[in-house]
Protein backbone atom coordinates (compact mmCIF):
# COMPACT_ATOMS: atom_id res chain seq x y z
CA UNK A 1 0.00 0.00 0.00
CA UNK A 2 1.47 3.46 -1.06
CA UNK A 3 0.46 6.00 1.94
CA UNK A 4 1.27 9.70 1.73
CA UNK A 5 1.95 11.54 4.49
CA UNK A 6 0.26 14.79 5.55
CA UNK A 7 0.53 16.97 8.77
CA UNK A 8 -1.88 15.13 10.90
CA UNK A 9 -0.64 11.51 9.26
CA UNK A 10 -0.51 8.96 6.63
CA UNK A 11 -3.28 9.35 4.16
CA UNK A 12 -4.58 6.89 1.08
CA UNK A 13 -5.35 7.65 -2.40
CA UNK A 14 -7.73 5.69 -4.12
CA UNK A 15 -8.29 5.98 -7.67
CA UNK A 16 -10.15 4.88 -10.50
CA UNK A 17 -9.79 5.24 -13.99
CA UNK A 18 -12.61 6.12 -17.27
CA UNK A 19 -10.67 5.39 -20.38
CA UNK A 20 -12.36 6.70 -23.37
CA UNK A 21 -11.06 4.55 -26.35
CA UNK A 22 -12.00 5.12 -30.09
CA UNK A 23 -12.70 1.83 -31.98
CA UNK A 24 -10.69 1.46 -35.27
CA UNK A 25 -13.23 1.29 -37.67
CA UNK A 26 -13.61 2.49 -41.11
CA UNK A 27 -17.37 4.50 -40.11
CA UNK A 28 -18.86 6.18 -37.41
CA UNK A 29 -21.17 4.17 -34.43
CA UNK A 30 -24.40 5.62 -36.15
CA UNK A 31 -23.59 6.90 -39.48
CA UNK A 32 -21.45 5.85 -42.66
CA UNK A 33 -18.96 8.75 -42.16
CA UNK A 34 -15.30 7.79 -42.68
CA UNK A 35 -13.11 8.07 -38.86
CA UNK A 36 -9.97 9.20 -40.61
CA UNK A 37 -7.28 11.48 -38.12
CA UNK A 38 -6.25 14.49 -39.40
CA UNK A 39 -8.96 15.46 -41.90
CA UNK A 40 -9.94 19.17 -43.37
CA UNK A 41 -12.61 20.23 -40.13
CA UNK A 42 -16.05 19.44 -40.96
CA UNK A 43 -15.19 17.09 -44.13
CA UNK A 44 -16.00 13.67 -42.57
CA UNK A 45 -19.49 14.49 -41.19
CA UNK A 46 -22.94 12.91 -42.80
CA UNK A 47 -26.44 13.97 -41.70
CA UNK A 48 -26.83 12.17 -38.94
CA UNK A 49 -23.37 13.23 -37.60
CA UNK A 50 -24.99 16.66 -37.37
CA UNK A 51 -28.40 16.23 -35.50
CA UNK A 52 -30.30 17.36 -39.16
CA UNK A 53 -34.35 16.92 -38.58
CA UNK A 54 -35.14 13.10 -39.80
CA UNK A 55 -32.47 12.32 -39.76
CA UNK A 56 -32.04 8.40 -37.75
CA UNK A 57 -28.90 6.43 -36.21
CA UNK A 58 -27.95 3.17 -37.75
CA UNK A 59 -25.92 1.04 -35.53
CA UNK A 60 -22.42 -0.12 -37.06
CA UNK A 61 -22.06 -3.93 -36.65
CA UNK A 62 -18.14 -3.98 -36.77
CA UNK A 63 -17.99 -1.23 -33.68
CA UNK A 64 -20.26 -3.67 -31.99
CA UNK A 65 -17.83 -6.71 -32.20
CA UNK A 66 -14.81 -4.36 -31.53
CA UNK A 67 -16.29 -4.00 -28.28
CA UNK A 68 -17.30 -7.32 -27.40
CA UNK A 69 -13.73 -8.38 -28.73
CA UNK A 70 -12.26 -5.77 -26.26
CA UNK A 71 -14.69 -6.89 -23.40
CA UNK A 72 -13.39 -10.78 -23.81
CA UNK A 73 -9.78 -9.56 -23.97
CA UNK A 74 -10.42 -8.06 -20.29
CA UNK A 75 -12.04 -11.46 -19.38
CA UNK A 76 -14.97 -9.15 -18.93
CA UNK A 77 -18.88 -11.17 -19.03
CA UNK A 78 -20.37 -10.26 -22.52
CA UNK A 79 -23.93 -8.95 -21.50
CA UNK A 80 -26.30 -10.87 -24.41
CA UNK A 81 -28.81 -8.02 -24.43
CA UNK A 82 -27.79 -4.71 -24.05
CA UNK A 83 -29.38 -0.94 -24.31
CA UNK A 84 -28.68 2.44 -25.60
CA UNK A 85 -29.47 5.44 -24.26
CA UNK A 86 -29.68 9.35 -24.32
CA UNK A 87 -27.32 11.15 -21.91
CA UNK A 88 -28.98 15.01 -22.25
CA UNK A 89 -26.78 17.55 -22.02
CA UNK A 90 -25.85 20.64 -23.73
CA UNK A 91 -23.08 21.70 -24.90
CA UNK A 92 -21.78 23.78 -28.49
CA UNK A 93 -20.05 20.44 -30.06
CA UNK A 94 -22.88 18.47 -29.36
CA UNK A 95 -25.47 18.93 -31.79
CA UNK A 96 -28.10 16.85 -30.63
CA UNK A 97 -28.17 17.88 -27.42
CA UNK A 98 -27.67 14.69 -26.01
CA UNK A 99 -25.00 11.57 -26.46
CA UNK A 100 -25.80 8.20 -26.98
CA UNK A 101 -24.27 6.11 -24.89
CA UNK A 102 -25.06 3.15 -22.17
CA UNK A 103 -26.37 3.88 -19.11
CA UNK A 104 -27.68 0.50 -16.55
CA UNK A 105 -27.49 -2.30 -19.73
CA UNK A 106 -23.73 -1.89 -21.42
CA UNK A 107 -22.75 -4.00 -23.76
CA UNK A 108 -19.78 -5.43 -21.42
CA UNK A 109 -19.58 -6.43 -17.74
CA UNK A 110 -17.42 -6.85 -15.01
CA UNK A 111 -13.79 -7.84 -16.01
CA UNK A 112 -10.06 -8.08 -14.30
CA UNK A 113 -6.48 -6.57 -15.59
CA UNK A 114 -3.22 -7.87 -14.01
CA UNK A 115 -0.58 -5.30 -14.20
CA UNK A 116 3.49 -4.69 -13.77
CA UNK A 117 4.46 -2.60 -10.68
CA UNK A 118 7.81 -1.33 -10.82
CA UNK A 119 8.88 -3.25 -8.17
CA UNK A 120 7.88 -6.61 -9.92
CA UNK A 121 5.09 -7.14 -8.02
CA UNK A 122 1.43 -7.92 -10.11
CA UNK A 123 -1.77 -6.16 -9.36
CA UNK A 124 -5.44 -7.43 -10.57
CA UNK A 125 -7.54 -4.31 -11.15
CA UNK A 126 -11.31 -4.86 -11.35
CA UNK A 127 -13.12 -3.37 -14.67
CA UNK A 128 -16.93 -2.40 -13.57
CA UNK A 129 -18.40 -2.15 -17.23
CA UNK A 130 -17.53 -1.55 -20.94
CA UNK A 131 -19.96 0.78 -23.01
CA UNK A 132 -20.19 1.87 -26.43
CA UNK A 133 -20.80 5.41 -26.96
CA UNK A 134 -20.22 8.22 -29.71
CA UNK A 135 -17.79 11.11 -29.38
CA UNK A 136 -18.78 14.42 -29.41
CA UNK A 137 -17.19 17.42 -31.67
CA UNK A 138 -14.52 19.32 -30.72
CA UNK A 139 -14.69 23.10 -29.73
CA UNK A 140 -11.39 25.29 -31.67
CA UNK A 141 -10.78 28.49 -29.44
CA UNK A 142 -7.63 29.05 -31.34
CA UNK A 143 -9.22 30.14 -34.47
CA UNK A 144 -10.48 33.17 -33.93
CA UNK A 145 -10.33 36.10 -30.90
CA UNK A 146 -13.40 36.54 -29.99
CA UNK A 147 -15.10 33.12 -31.62
CA UNK A 148 -15.30 29.40 -31.06
CA UNK A 149 -15.20 27.00 -33.96
CA UNK A 150 -16.65 23.66 -33.71
CA UNK A 151 -15.29 20.80 -36.15
CA UNK A 152 -17.79 18.14 -36.21
CA UNK A 153 -15.69 15.46 -38.04
CA UNK A 154 -15.32 13.34 -34.48
CA UNK A 155 -18.92 14.31 -33.62
CA UNK A 156 -20.69 10.27 -33.66
CA UNK A 157 -17.44 8.23 -33.62
CA UNK A 158 -17.70 5.43 -31.50
CA UNK A 159 -15.99 5.42 -28.38
CA UNK A 160 -15.56 2.07 -25.75
CA UNK A 161 -15.44 3.81 -22.34
CA UNK A 162 -13.54 1.15 -19.92
CA UNK A 163 -14.25 2.08 -16.08
CA UNK A 164 -12.45 0.32 -13.48
CA UNK A 165 -13.40 0.06 -10.12
CA UNK A 166 -11.50 2.04 -7.48
CA UNK A 167 -9.21 -0.53 -6.86
CA UNK A 168 -5.79 1.79 -7.67
CA UNK A 169 -3.96 3.38 -4.68
CA UNK A 170 -0.90 5.28 -6.43
CA UNK A 171 0.53 6.74 -9.47
CA UNK A 172 2.45 4.15 -10.05
CA UNK A 173 -0.80 1.82 -9.98
CA UNK A 174 -2.49 3.84 -12.33
CA UNK A 175 0.26 4.61 -14.63
CA UNK A 176 0.97 0.78 -15.23
CA UNK A 177 -3.01 0.31 -15.58
CA UNK A 178 -2.99 2.46 -18.27
CA UNK A 179 -0.01 1.05 -20.06
CA UNK A 180 -1.44 -2.31 -20.19
CA UNK A 181 -4.93 -1.21 -20.44
CA UNK A 182 -3.46 0.25 -24.05
CA UNK A 183 -1.53 -2.46 -24.97
CA UNK A 184 -4.22 -5.18 -24.67
CA UNK A 185 -6.41 -3.06 -26.74
CA UNK A 186 -3.47 -3.01 -29.58
CA UNK A 187 -2.94 -6.67 -29.33
CA UNK A 188 -6.60 -6.95 -30.36
CA UNK A 189 -6.73 -4.41 -32.43
CA UNK A 190 -9.79 -2.53 -31.64
CA UNK A 191 -8.00 0.70 -30.47
CA UNK A 192 -4.61 2.28 -31.67
CA UNK A 193 -4.02 3.60 -28.00
CA UNK A 194 -2.04 6.97 -29.48
CA UNK A 195 -3.07 9.41 -27.03
CA UNK A 196 -0.99 11.75 -28.49
CA UNK A 197 -3.92 12.02 -31.27
CA UNK A 198 -6.47 11.49 -28.86
CA UNK A 199 -7.85 8.14 -30.16
CA UNK A 200 -7.47 7.19 -25.95
CA UNK A 201 -8.23 9.60 -23.46
CA UNK A 202 -8.23 9.34 -19.55
CA UNK A 203 -10.54 10.35 -16.74
CA UNK A 204 -9.04 10.05 -13.24
CA UNK A 205 -11.21 9.97 -10.37
CA UNK A 206 -9.11 10.66 -7.21
CA UNK A 207 -9.95 10.97 -3.89
CA UNK A 208 -7.71 10.77 -0.45
CA UNK A 209 -9.15 8.51 3.27
CA UNK A 210 -7.18 7.66 6.18
CA UNK A 211 -5.97 3.99 5.73
CA UNK A 212 -8.88 1.55 5.38
CA UNK A 213 -11.28 3.91 6.36
CA UNK A 214 -14.57 5.68 3.94
CA UNK A 215 -14.07 6.40 0.66
CA UNK A 216 -13.51 10.77 0.65
CA UNK A 217 -15.32 12.33 -1.64
CA UNK A 218 -13.98 11.97 -5.39
CA UNK A 219 -12.85 14.49 -8.06
CA UNK A 220 -12.63 13.78 -11.81
CA UNK A 221 -9.81 15.17 -13.93
CA UNK A 222 -11.19 15.30 -17.26
CA UNK A 223 -9.29 14.48 -20.42
CA UNK A 224 -5.55 13.94 -19.43
CA UNK A 225 -3.89 12.60 -22.36
CA UNK A 226 -0.91 10.61 -21.70
CA UNK A 227 0.36 8.34 -18.90
CA UNK A 228 2.93 11.12 -17.68
CA UNK A 229 0.53 13.47 -17.71
CA UNK A 230 -2.22 10.87 -15.81
CA UNK A 231 0.75 10.79 -12.71
CA UNK A 232 1.46 14.09 -12.41
CA UNK A 233 -2.54 14.82 -12.16
CA UNK A 234 -2.87 12.33 -9.43
CA UNK A 235 0.18 13.07 -7.35
CA UNK A 236 -0.74 16.89 -7.65
CA UNK A 237 -4.62 16.50 -6.84
CA UNK A 238 -4.05 13.71 -3.67
CA UNK A 239 -1.67 16.33 -2.35
CA UNK A 240 -4.30 19.39 -2.85
CA UNK A 241 -7.31 17.37 -1.14
CA UNK A 242 -4.91 16.60 1.77
CA UNK A 243 -3.97 19.74 2.25
CA UNK A 244 -7.54 20.72 2.31
CA UNK A 245 -8.81 19.03 4.49
CA UNK A 246 -5.42 18.87 7.06
CA UNK A 247 -6.93 23.03 7.17
CA UNK A 248 -10.34 22.27 7.69
CA UNK A 249 -12.00 22.06 4.78
CA UNK A 250 -13.88 19.92 2.70
CA UNK A 251 -13.73 18.66 -0.82
CA UNK A 252 -16.57 19.11 -3.24
CA UNK A 253 -17.61 17.01 -5.79
CA UNK A 254 -16.28 18.71 -9.06
CA UNK A 255 -14.62 18.18 -12.60
CA UNK A 256 -11.39 19.68 -12.88
CA UNK A 257 -8.88 19.88 -15.93
CA UNK A 258 -5.30 19.31 -15.57
CA UNK A 259 -2.64 21.89 -16.70
CA UNK A 260 -0.04 19.72 -17.91
CA UNK A 261 2.37 23.25 -18.40
CA UNK A 262 1.51 24.09 -14.73
CA UNK A 263 1.48 20.48 -13.35
CA UNK A 264 -1.92 21.41 -11.46
CA UNK A 265 -5.52 20.64 -11.56
CA UNK A 266 -7.72 23.46 -12.03
CA UNK A 267 -11.73 23.38 -10.58
CA UNK A 268 -13.97 23.24 -14.00
CA UNK A 269 -17.58 23.02 -12.61
CA UNK A 270 -19.39 20.99 -10.09
CA UNK A 271 -19.76 17.32 -10.87
CA UNK A 272 -22.65 15.88 -12.50
CA UNK A 273 -24.67 12.89 -11.08
CA UNK A 274 -26.69 10.49 -13.40
CA UNK A 275 -29.82 11.91 -12.70
CA UNK A 276 -28.67 15.05 -14.02
CA UNK A 277 -27.79 13.76 -17.45
CA UNK A 278 -32.00 12.72 -17.33
CA UNK A 279 -31.30 9.39 -18.57
CA UNK A 280 -33.67 7.06 -20.71
CA UNK A 281 -33.14 4.35 -23.59
CA UNK A 282 -33.18 5.48 -27.05
CA UNK A 283 -36.10 5.45 -28.52
CA UNK A 284 -34.62 5.08 -32.30
CA UNK A 285 -32.40 1.96 -31.67
CA UNK A 286 -33.44 -1.17 -30.57
CA UNK A 287 -31.69 -3.12 -27.87
CA UNK A 288 -28.70 -5.22 -28.77
CA UNK A 289 -29.26 -9.10 -28.48
CA UNK A 290 -26.56 -11.27 -28.99
CA UNK A 291 -26.27 -15.38 -29.05
CA UNK A 292 -23.46 -16.99 -27.02
CA UNK A 293 -22.39 -18.46 -30.37
CA UNK A 294 -22.20 -15.51 -32.09
CA UNK A 295 -19.71 -14.33 -28.97
CA UNK A 296 -17.83 -17.82 -29.26
CA UNK A 297 -17.15 -17.28 -33.21
CA UNK A 298 -15.30 -13.95 -31.89
CA UNK A 299 -13.54 -15.52 -28.91
CA UNK A 300 -12.07 -17.99 -31.54
CA UNK A 301 -10.29 -15.00 -33.30
CA UNK A 302 -8.63 -13.84 -30.36
CA UNK A 303 -4.94 -13.53 -30.75
CA UNK A 304 -2.37 -14.18 -27.90
CA UNK A 305 -2.80 -11.38 -25.55
CA UNK A 306 0.11 -9.74 -23.19
CA UNK A 307 0.33 -11.61 -20.06
CA UNK A 308 -0.35 -14.97 -22.24
CA UNK A 309 2.55 -14.23 -24.22
CA UNK A 310 4.70 -13.03 -21.03
CA UNK A 311 4.26 -16.30 -19.72
CA UNK A 312 5.55 -18.41 -22.58
CA UNK A 313 8.23 -16.51 -22.97
CA UNK A 314 9.23 -17.14 -19.49
CA UNK A 315 8.27 -20.81 -19.54
CA UNK A 316 9.73 -21.29 -22.74
CA UNK A 317 12.53 -19.33 -23.28
CA UNK A 318 13.71 -19.21 -19.59
CA UNK A 319 13.56 -15.22 -19.49
CA UNK A 320 13.11 -13.35 -16.55
CA UNK A 321 9.72 -11.97 -15.53
CA UNK A 322 11.01 -8.47 -16.53
CA UNK A 323 12.06 -9.15 -19.71
CA UNK A 324 9.18 -10.97 -21.30
CA UNK A 325 7.07 -7.92 -19.56
CA UNK A 326 9.63 -5.22 -21.60
CA UNK A 327 9.09 -7.76 -24.68
CA UNK A 328 6.01 -7.97 -24.69
CA UNK A 329 4.80 -5.00 -23.51
CA UNK A 330 3.88 -3.91 -27.57
CA UNK A 331 3.04 -6.19 -30.08
CA UNK A 332 5.04 -4.92 -32.55
CA UNK A 333 8.43 -5.50 -30.57
CA UNK A 334 7.14 -9.69 -29.23
CA UNK A 335 7.19 -10.06 -33.25
CA UNK A 336 10.27 -8.70 -33.84
CA UNK A 337 12.31 -10.11 -30.41
CA UNK A 338 10.48 -13.96 -31.60
CA UNK A 339 12.24 -13.09 -35.28
CA UNK A 340 15.33 -12.60 -33.54
CA UNK A 341 15.34 -15.50 -31.56
CA UNK A 342 13.58 -17.84 -33.84
CA UNK A 343 16.72 -21.07 -33.91
CA UNK A 344 19.15 -19.12 -32.07
CA UNK A 345 19.48 -18.55 -28.11
CA UNK A 346 16.69 -16.97 -27.11
CA UNK A 347 18.19 -15.10 -23.99
CA UNK A 348 21.18 -13.66 -26.07
CA UNK A 349 17.88 -12.53 -28.28
CA UNK A 350 16.83 -10.72 -25.53
CA UNK A 351 20.00 -9.06 -24.31
CA UNK A 352 20.92 -7.84 -27.57
CA UNK A 353 17.28 -6.42 -28.25
CA UNK A 354 16.73 -5.02 -24.78
CA UNK A 355 20.12 -3.67 -24.89
CA UNK A 356 21.98 -2.30 -27.87
CA UNK A 357 19.26 -2.32 -29.64
CA UNK A 358 16.18 -0.86 -27.45
CA UNK A 359 19.25 2.05 -27.13
CA UNK A 360 19.49 2.69 -30.54
CA UNK A 361 15.94 2.96 -31.19
CA UNK A 362 15.41 5.52 -28.15
CA UNK A 363 19.01 7.76 -29.60
CA UNK A 364 17.14 8.10 -32.92
CA UNK A 365 13.20 8.41 -31.45
CA UNK A 366 12.55 5.81 -33.93
CA UNK A 367 10.14 2.70 -33.53
CA UNK A 368 10.79 -0.88 -34.33
CA UNK A 369 8.93 -0.38 -37.30
CA UNK A 370 11.46 2.32 -38.76
CA UNK A 371 14.78 0.79 -37.22
CA UNK A 372 17.29 0.89 -39.59
CA UNK A 373 18.03 -2.54 -38.65
CA UNK A 374 15.66 -5.07 -39.02
CA UNK A 375 15.16 -8.78 -37.10
CA UNK A 376 16.46 -10.93 -39.82
CA UNK A 377 19.69 -8.66 -40.16
CA UNK A 378 19.66 -8.83 -36.03
CA UNK A 379 19.72 -12.18 -35.97
CA UNK A 380 22.44 -12.74 -38.49
CA UNK A 381 24.54 -10.45 -36.40
CA UNK A 382 24.22 -13.52 -33.58
CA UNK A 383 24.16 -15.68 -35.79
CA UNK A 384 28.43 -14.65 -36.57
CA UNK A 385 28.89 -14.42 -32.92
CA UNK A 386 27.68 -18.05 -32.47
CA UNK A 387 29.58 -19.66 -35.40
CA UNK A 388 32.89 -17.64 -34.38
CA UNK A 389 32.92 -15.32 -37.35
CA UNK A 390 33.06 -12.09 -35.23
CA UNK A 391 34.44 -11.24 -31.48
CA UNK A 392 31.91 -9.85 -29.38
CA UNK A 393 33.69 -6.71 -29.44
CA UNK A 394 33.64 -6.81 -33.45
CA UNK A 395 29.80 -7.35 -32.60
CA UNK A 396 29.80 -3.77 -30.98
CA UNK A 397 31.14 -2.39 -34.47
CA UNK A 398 29.16 -4.24 -36.62
CA UNK A 399 26.01 -3.25 -34.91
CA UNK A 400 26.81 0.34 -35.10
CA UNK A 401 27.92 0.06 -38.94
CA UNK A 402 24.56 -2.06 -39.39
CA UNK A 403 22.34 0.96 -37.77
CA UNK A 404 24.64 3.40 -40.42
CA UNK A 405 23.66 1.29 -43.49
CA UNK A 406 21.14 -0.73 -42.89
CA UNK A 407 23.16 -3.31 -44.76
CA UNK A 408 23.44 -7.27 -43.86
CA UNK A 409 26.08 -7.97 -41.27
CA UNK A 410 27.83 -10.75 -43.51
CA UNK A 411 28.04 -8.10 -45.96
CA UNK A 412 29.76 -5.83 -43.83
CA UNK A 413 32.43 -8.42 -42.27
CA UNK A 414 33.56 -9.10 -46.00
CA UNK A 415 33.59 -5.21 -46.98
CA UNK A 416 35.43 -3.81 -43.96
CA UNK A 417 38.00 -6.74 -43.39
CA UNK A 418 36.14 -7.84 -39.35
CA UNK A 419 36.16 -11.66 -39.79
CA UNK A 420 37.83 -12.86 -36.55
CA UNK A 421 41.63 -13.92 -36.40
CA UNK A 422 41.47 -17.72 -35.58
CA UNK A 423 44.82 -18.61 -37.45
CA UNK A 424 46.99 -19.47 -34.16
CA UNK A 425 50.44 -18.12 -36.11
CA UNK A 426 49.30 -14.66 -36.41
CA UNK A 427 48.11 -14.47 -32.60
CA UNK A 428 51.19 -15.83 -31.59
CA UNK A 429 52.90 -13.56 -33.66
CA UNK A 430 50.99 -10.49 -32.68
CA UNK A 431 51.82 -12.48 -28.30
CA UNK A 432 55.37 -12.81 -29.34
CA UNK A 433 55.28 -8.54 -30.09
CA UNK A 434 53.49 -7.66 -27.36
CA UNK A 435 55.75 -9.80 -25.05
CA UNK A 436 58.88 -8.44 -26.63
CA UNK A 437 57.61 -4.98 -26.22
CA UNK A 438 56.85 -5.10 -22.36
CA UNK A 439 59.66 -6.96 -20.42
CA UNK A 440 58.71 -5.52 -17.30
CA UNK A 441 55.54 -6.15 -17.32
CA UNK A 442 56.11 -9.99 -18.07
CA UNK A 443 58.49 -9.62 -14.83
CA UNK A 444 55.65 -7.88 -13.23
CA UNK A 445 53.06 -10.85 -13.69
CA UNK A 446 55.27 -13.16 -12.67
CA UNK A 447 54.91 -11.95 -9.40
CA UNK A 448 51.37 -10.70 -9.81
CA UNK A 449 49.30 -13.05 -12.36
CA UNK A 450 46.10 -10.77 -12.10
CA UNK A 451 48.14 -8.76 -14.67
CA UNK A 452 46.82 -11.51 -17.10
CA UNK A 453 44.20 -9.39 -18.15
CA UNK A 454 46.33 -6.32 -19.18
CA UNK A 455 48.04 -8.43 -21.69
CA UNK A 456 45.08 -10.44 -23.25
CA UNK A 457 43.49 -6.12 -23.61
CA UNK A 458 47.21 -5.94 -25.24
CA UNK A 459 46.35 -8.49 -28.04
CA UNK A 460 43.15 -7.66 -28.63
CA UNK A 461 44.46 -3.97 -29.31
CA UNK A 462 46.77 -5.18 -31.76
CA UNK A 463 44.89 -7.31 -34.04
CA UNK A 464 41.78 -4.78 -34.08
CA UNK A 465 40.22 -6.57 -31.71
CA UNK A 466 39.60 -9.19 -34.32
CA UNK A 467 41.57 -11.96 -32.47
CA UNK A 468 39.31 -15.27 -31.30
CA UNK A 469 39.49 -14.52 -27.08
CA UNK A 470 39.45 -18.06 -26.83
CA UNK A 471 42.32 -18.56 -28.51
CA UNK A 472 44.36 -15.48 -27.22
CA UNK A 473 43.58 -16.70 -23.83
CA UNK A 474 44.91 -20.47 -24.62
CA UNK A 475 48.00 -19.75 -26.31
CA UNK A 476 49.10 -16.18 -23.95
CA UNK A 477 49.02 -18.02 -21.06
CA UNK A 478 51.05 -21.33 -22.27
CA UNK A 479 53.27 -18.39 -22.95
CA UNK A 480 53.24 -16.56 -19.77
CA UNK A 481 53.40 -19.67 -17.59
CA UNK A 482 56.17 -21.29 -19.61
Same mark, same amino acid.
Given at each position: ?? /?????????? #??????????? #???????? !??????????????? /???????????????????????????????????????????????????????????? #??????????????????? *??????????????????????????????????????????????????? +???????????????? *????????????????????????????????????????????????????????????????????????????????????????????????????? +????????????????????????????????? /????????????????????????????????????????????????????????????? *???????????????????????? /???????????????????????????????????????????????????? !???????????????????
Amino acid at each position: MS /LIKGETGEWE #IVLGLEVHAQV #ISDAKLFS !GAPTTFGADPNTQVS /LVDAAMPGMLPVINERCVEQAIRTGLGLNAKINLRSIFDRKNYFYQDLPQGYQISQYKDP #IVGEGAVEIDLPDGKTRTI *GIERLHLEQDAGKSLHDQHPSQTYVDLNRSGVALMEIVSKPDMRSADEAAA +YLAKLRSIVRYLGTCD *GNMDEGSMRCDVNVSVRRPGGELGTRCEIKNVNSIRFVKQAIEYEARRQIEVIESGGTIKQETRNFDSGRGETRSSRSKEDAQDYRYFPDPDLLPLIFTQE +YVDQIRATLPELPDARKNRYIKDYGLSPYDAGV /LTAEKETAEFFEAVAKGRDAKQAANLVTGDFFAMLKRRSATVETSPISAANLGKLLDLQAD *GTISGRIAKDLFVAMEETGKDPAV /LVEERGLKQVTDTGAIEAAIKAVIDANPGQVAAYKAKPTMFGWFVGQVMKST !GGKANPKVVNELLKKVLDA
